[in-house]
Each structure stands twice: as structure tokens, then as C-alpha cells.
């Protein structure tokens, strides 16, 4: 199946561009132990993991049913609407400006938020939400019902998000115990009178991540759930699934386990062993790489947040990988050497990071692949950059030391035909491309020195399972490859 070492250039498509003879040319016997020891960055899949958010949640994409309306204020059933909020409780909400005194009916809707809140009930199940006059703080906050009787019934998170206020204590006035997650973008979701608290302060859901249990703490007569979403703390209407919430109606909770992909496969070695760490770049708020590390837990590096991509390289050149971030919309790269950050603009919005020892000495460099138009450009330390064209607009940047030589070498994998190409330099500085079938299509590139022979290796992580399946051989363009799998990271939701 493997193609012969040095085998004339391959051409993969009709259209694959014929690599820039541009390219530093490897310099040959300049072989430093060190530096070979240390591996590329892997891979970026942010188009497979958007695609695969929208489907999956274009199968749930059902209307809610709508029951009859719930009549405000719950008659047999009253709770809190005598009530004033602690004002000194953490994260205590208010209303927008405008809004006190006056009925829902004489306020302005507000705007659809950025967070894709679903109801904050397990899949499936209807609850009737309602709202009434003088209700705290505000008219827009939903109080929440269940047919059936409210009280241990589980509520989730309505949306991803990190948990900030989480309030213990059964005797706790106003709100009594409750949650506050915080979504991003000034956006935040509370969950109030719970009978038990089942996430702690610093916690990153996901949507459906069970926040606790309905109960009538605080300042409730009875049980229920007093919901509210809310834009800089003030409470905004309620929006599930794409649709302001009608308030006094019941709807069926379609929070059906859209977990967010956010796991991004990387390897590098990161303690100096030689061989390559298996890892995951996962995009919480705030992100973090979750190093794994033979016999011992796993290592929890955070940096970035939620939007991130993930770079590995040595930025101080001491022949271990550090991590590394670019924002997308800033563009700017983060570099982290133990607590020194450096900063560095580089690219366009839609590019995606990748770094490598481009020169083959000291510290490594960053650049980008520039997905359209196939390209990879590589910044040098004085900040000159080289545009180097390979494989096709889709096509996933991979980086290693394909020969051993210390310097970075380049490569795509294409996710549809699952096969790597990889850009050589024979010892005359012509450049060839190898093409490796390896993996299934929408596996995600990773390469990495399984062996720690010095010349990186290559790998795959399946996505559905969240394994690595690494192929160990003496290079990764070699015919024969054993491949050893690691399962690690959270497997994609379908
Ligand atoms: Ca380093
Ligand atoms: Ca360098
Ligand atoms: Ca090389
Ligand atoms: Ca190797």
C-alpha cells in the first residue's frame, strides 16, 4: 500500500499544485539530536468539527411542541412572587434599564443571543414556563414547571459554558441555591431554587450537563425552577433552540446532547523523553491542552479560549515543544514558554497555525496554511516570509521531520481520500511529493515521533472514537508500519 522511499514525484490529482522550488533546501548532515527529538504540530479541523455541529444539529431541528398556555403565577402552586432578590448574592441579576414596573407586554423584545441556549431540562421532556407581574428582577425571568411535579427533577446547562456562581447552602435567602454559567460574549444563564448544586465554581459544561435538581430553596412557596438568561447580568427574554421562548406555554426540551466538538488531536514531546506525547487541544472556556503522559495523570496546560487554534512548537529551542494559541480574529499567535508569553500577528482570519524549525536551527518559527489557495506560508525569525503551494484547497496542513535532518518538513492530508502527501528533498535540494493512504476519510491528521528515532512519524485521530492510531515505522514513508492505537480525548457525538 505504502509507496517506495524516494519514488519519483507523485501526482495525487490532476490539480495538485507542483511544490515551490522556493523551499529552503535541507541542510544535509546538519542533523541535530536535539532538535529532532522535537516534533510538528499536527492538525486543525475546524471545518470537519463546524460541519459536524450543523448536522447534528440539523437532526434535531424538529419544532417544539407548544402546550396550552400556562396560566402566570401558578395557582395552587405559588412561589416567589413576593420575593426581592439578596442583593448581595454573587452574580444576582437586575433588570434591563426601562424595564422595571412595566409588564412583559409593554417591553421590547430582545435580539436573538449569540449563545445557542436549548431549555435547560433533560431531551424530550415538556415543561411549562411562565412569568408574571413584579416578578424578580425581572418580568423576563421564566419560571419553570413540570407536569408531573417539579421537585429532584434534573436541570442541565442550556448552553456550553464555564460555571461561575455555584451557591450552597439550603438555608440561603433570595435565589437560594443556584448557578450562574457564563456563556462568553457577555452572556450568562442562571438557574435558581435548585435542592441540590451538582457542579462546583471554574466547572466547563456543555450543554445538558446536569447544573443540579429542582427544589424550592430561597425564596420560593414551592418547587420549580426560576430561569433566566441573561446579556451583562441584566435578564433578557429567554431564547431556546433558535425561538424567543413564549412565554406562559410549554415546550419539549430539545437539549439532546449537542455536545460541541472541541477536542483538537496534537502530539509533541513535551518532557524531553523523545518520543512524541498524544494530546488534545480542547476548545472550552477557557481552553486547555490535555497532555497525555505514560503511568502518570494527564497533564493540564490552559491557554486560550473556546475559538483558539492550537500550535505546538519550541519557541525557546531547547528541544521540547511548548504550547501555543493564534486567535483567529486578532490573528495574533500566543507562545507560551513556562510563564513567558510572546505575541506575534501573522496570517489571515481564515488561516490556520502551524509551526516547525523552518531554518533547522535554534527556536522554532510559526506560519500558516491558507486554506483556498493550498498554500503554506512560513515566517521566518526576521519576520520574512516564504509561500510554499501544496495539495488542494481542503486539504489539512501536517508538519514533521519526514527525514531526520532537523529541519521541518511539510505535508497535507486530505480527509476525503484519507492520504497524506508529503513534501521531500532529495539530497540535489529537488523537491517530490510522497503520497500515504492512511486512516478512513474524516479522520483528522496528527504526526509525531512515536519512536523517538528522530524522524516523525505519522497518525491519525478518528474523530467518532477519539483514538490516535499511530503508525509506527522507520519513516513515514516507509512500505511497512505497525499501527498502535491510543484512545484519548472526547469522541465526537453524531
Ligand atoms: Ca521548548
Ligand atoms: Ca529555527
Ligand atoms: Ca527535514
Ligand atoms: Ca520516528
Not at 432578590?85 to 412583559?104: E, I, K, R, V
Not at 450552597?168 to 457577555?186: A, E, F, L, M, R
Not at 478518528?462 to 484519548?488: C, I, L, M, Y
Request: proline share 8%; glycine share 14%.
Amino acid at each position: 500500500m505504502y509507496r517506495p522511499k524516494h519514488r519519483a514525484p507523485t501526482r495525487r490529482r490532476p490539480t495538485l499544485t507542483p511544490a515551490a522550488r522556493t523551499a529552503p533546501v535541507a541542510a544535509v548532515g546538519a542533523v541535530s539530536l536535539a532538535m529532532a527529538a522535537v516534533l510538528g504540530p499536527s492538525a486543525y479541523a475546524d471545518s470537519q468539527f463546524t460541519s459536524g455541529q450543523g448536522s447534528h444539529q440539523g437532526k434535531h431541528d424538529k419544532p417544539g411542541k407548544h402546550g396550552k398556555p400556562d396560566k402566570p403565577g401558578k395557582p395552587g402552586k405559588p412561589d416567589d412572587d413576593e420575593h426581592v432578590h439578596d442583593p448581595t448574592a454573587t452574580n444576582g441579576g437586575s433588570a434591563l434599564p426601562g424595564d422595571a414596573g412595566l409588564s412583559l407586554k409593554q417591553l421590547k423584545p430582545t435580539a436573538q443571543p449569540t449563545t445557542p441556549y436549548e431549555m435547560p431540562f433533560p431531551c424530550g421532556q415538556t415543561w411549562s414556563g411562565s412569568t408574571r407581574a413584579g416578578h424578580s428582577p425581572s418580568v423576563r425571568s421564566v419560571d419553570f414547571n413540570y407536569p408531573g411535579g417539579d421537585h429532584g427533577m434534573a436541570v442541565v446547562a442550556a448552553a456550553p459554558g464555564t460555571v461561575v456562581t455555584a451557591v450552597v447552602g439550603k438555608k440561603k435567602p433570595s435565589y437560594g441555591q443556584y448557578v450562574v454559567i457564563d456563556h462568553g460574549n457577555g452572556e450568562s444563564t442562571l438557574y435558581a431554587h435548585l435542592d441540590s448544586v451538582l457542579v462546583t465554581v471554574g466547572q466547563v459544561v456543555s450543554a445538558g450537563t446536569q447544573v443540579g435538581t429542582v427544589g424550592d430553596t430561597g425564596n420560593a412557596y414551592g418547587d420549580h425552577l426560576h430561569f433566566e438568561e441573561r446579556l451583562a447580568g441584566a435578564v433578557v427574554d429567554s431564547w431556546f433552540h433558535g425561538s424567543r421562548f413564549p412565554m406562559n406555554s410549554s415546550q419539549t426540551s430539545q437539549n439532546c446532547g449537542q455536545v460541541p466538538v472541541t477536542d483538537i488531536p496534537l502530539a509533541g514531546d513535551m518532557y524531553g523523553g523523545k518520543s512524541a506525547e498524544v494530546m488534545v487541544y480542547r476548545r472550552a472556556k477557557p481552553a486547555s491542552f490535555h497532555v497525555t503522559r505514560t503511568g502518570i495523570k494527564e497533564r493540564v496546560i490552559k491557554i486560550g479560549n473556546g475559538a483558539d487554534q492550537p500550535v505546538l512548537g519550541d519557541w525557546d529551542g531547547n528541544g521540547r515543544v511548548d504550547p501555543g494559541v493564534r486567535n483567529p480574529a486578532s490573528r495574533v499567535f500566543t507562545l507560551q514558554v513556562k510563564r513567558d508569553r510572546t505575541e506575534i500577528k501573522f496570517g489571515k482570519k481564515t488561516d490556520l497555525p502551524i509551526a516547525g524549525n523552518w531554518d533547522g536551527t535554534g527556536a522554532w518559527e510559526i506560519g500558516v496554511r491558507r486554506p483556498g489557495s493550498g498554500k503554506f506560508l512560513l515566517r521566518a525569525a526576521d519576520g520574512t516570509v516564504t509561500k510554499i503551494s501544496l495539495g488542494d484547497a481542503d486539504d489539512l496542513p501536517v508538519t514533521g521531520d519526514w527525514d531526520g535532518n532537523g529541519t521541518t518538513d511539510l505535508g497535507v492530508y486530505d480527509q476525503t481520500t484519507a492520504s497524506f502527501t508529503l513534501l521531500q528533498t532529495d539530497p540535489l535540494g529537488t523537491q517530490y511529493t510522497v503520497v500515504i493512504p492512511f486512516g478512513v476519510p474524516g479522520d483528522v491528521p496528527v504526526s509525531g515521533d512515536w519512536d523517538g528515532n528522530g524522524i516523525t512519524d505519522l497518525g491519525v485521530w478518528s474523530p467518532e472514537t477519539a483514538t490516535f492510531n499511530k503508525r509506527g515505522a522507520v519513516a513515514p514513508t516507509a512500505a511497512k508500519g505497525r499501527v498502535k492505537h491510543v484512545q484519548f480525548g472526547r469522541p465526537v457525538e453524531r
